[in-house]
T-cell receptor, first 114, second 116 residues
């Protein structure tokens, strides 16, 4: 299948600092890019998403940017809090034939220390 | 709770046994997806349904795996002759199929399978 590369695999920041996670994708048919947060033993939860006709989207402390030409997108979390600690996954949609199923990155384990 | 639900939450079985998992999507979501997640990895797509029709299968879905969604509501995933390599979290997700938000997927809590 098409790959989604995600970096870094682990990220440790101090409370109040910003965190940035970057992803690249290869499938030209991808037009939808969600980000999920997964706490230990829990379901992935959608935190923000962006579609290919938009370059940037913000929701309070979370923002996502998309560069479709370069095929990369990023998650920015500002003013991090200990409860932001979790694994974050980026994903890119497959084509409509696959019902826009998702290709996921391998995840970034974010630790926010007080 | 009106979210996606899955049953059972945990399953321990012996190699060679058959197992079946159930997923109940969000009401009126016409798309349903199955993913598999192993430790330290992101979810991997297995298969998807549009209403009752299974429209896409990943090459990860070997012939020991079968999925159904008989009435376009809940879905089942069966694994026959389980192998230790089948041990994973099996996640179900649903999406509304609405023209504006058809891609947005909501995940269930998963079924954690351990094959001994």
């Amino acid at each position: 299948g098409e790959n989604v590369e995600q970096h870094p695999s682990t990220l440790s920041v101090q409370e109040g600092d910003s965190a940035v996670i970057k992803c690249t994708y290869s499938d030209s048919a991808s037009n939808y890019f969600p980000w999920y947060k997964q706490e230990l033993g829990k379901r992935p939860q959608l935190i923000i998403d962006i579609r290919s006709n938009v370059g940037e989207k913000k929701d309070q402390r979370i923002a996502v940017t998309l560069n479709k030409t370069a095929k990369h997108f990023s998650l920015h979390i500002t003013e991090t809090q200990p409860e932001d600690s979790a694994v974050y996954f980026c994903a890119a949609s497959m084509g409509s034939n696959s019902g826009y199923a998702l290709n996921f990155g391998k995840g970034t384990s974010l630790l926010v220390t007080p | 709770d009106t979210g996606v639900s899955q049953d059972p939450r945990h399953k321990i079985t012996k190699r060679g046994q058959n197992v079946t998992f159930r997923c109940d999507p969000i009401s009126e979501h016409n798309r349903l997806y199955w993913y598999r997640q192993t430790l330290g990895q992101g979810p991997e797509f297995l298969t998807y349904f549009q209403n009752e029709a299974q429209l896409e299968k990943s090459r990860l879905l070997s012939d020991r795996f079968s999925a159904e969604r008989p009435k376009g509501s809940f879905s089942t995933l069966e694994i026959q002759r389980t192998e230790q390599g089948d041990s994973a979290m099996y996640l179900c997700a649903s999406s509304p199929g609405h023209p504006l938000y058809q891609e947005t997927q909501y995940f269930g809590p998963g079924t954690r399978l351990l094959v001994l």
